[in-house]
């Protein structure tokens, strides 16, 4: 990998995604738009100075782990190298909380404050967890508000993605359930 920055898009069950990387490791994943055109735009205005490149074999393996796990199985991207240096230390400390999330489990906002030394942070995870510039990887998805309620997701598609991830994963929530099964399997037809 070269120190500069580079991309590359991929297919996945929930439309394609983006990802970009350094000599340092992963420093960005952009989760689908409305279309490919759009998550294309979203990626190149996050990240302008990166030019597309075949993706090297560490990020490979990243782009492997991210479709495996948005096809519902359980795989663990805790290995995967991140370009941390654009981000703050507080939000890499969460960041490094929120990693230790397993597939289909969760934690709250307050319970990833309380793993920091101080459950008042609760806000602040919550800033930290907005700004991710690395979903999947970074799983923000598994973190919930109080009392199992969704809070928020910034990641197009807002709660409801956040939801459709956790339900992939196969996570337990108190919200109300939006997919029967997972988002690639056709509904059976209806009969007339």
Not at 46 to 52: D, G, H, I, L, N
Request: charged share 25%; net charge positive; with cysteine.
């Amino acid at each position: 990998m070269t120190d500069a920055l580079q991309f590359a898009f991929f297919d996945t069950a929930i439309g394609q995604c983006g990802i970009v990387w350094s000599a340092r490791g992963i420093a960005g994943v952009q989760l689908p738009e409305k279309s490919a055109h759009a998550t294309h735009g979203r990626l190149l205005r996050r990240f302008a100075q990166a030019r597309e490149a075949a993706p090297p074999p560490e990020v490979q393996r990243a782009i492997d782990g991210i479709v495996g796990l948005l096809c519902g199985e359980p795989v663990e991207l805790s290995g995967v190298t991140l370009d941390e240096d654009r981000v703050p230390e507080f939000n890499r400390r969460v960041y490094d909380v929120a990693r230790s999330i397993r597939p289909g489990a969760t934690l709250s906002y307050g319970e990833i404050a309380e793993r920091l030394g101080d459950r008042t942070l609760a806000r602040d995870v919550a800033k930290a967890l907005s700004e991710n510039p690395f979903p999947l990887v970074v799983p923000c998805h598994r973190v919930l508000a109080a009392g199992g309620k969704m809070g928020g997701f910034s990641a197009p598609g807002g709660v409801r993605t956040k939801l459709r991830l956790l339900t992939i994963e196969g996570a337990q929530t108190d919200a109300p359930v939006l997919f029967d099964r997972l988002p690639w399997v056709a509904p059976p037809a209806r009969r007339v």
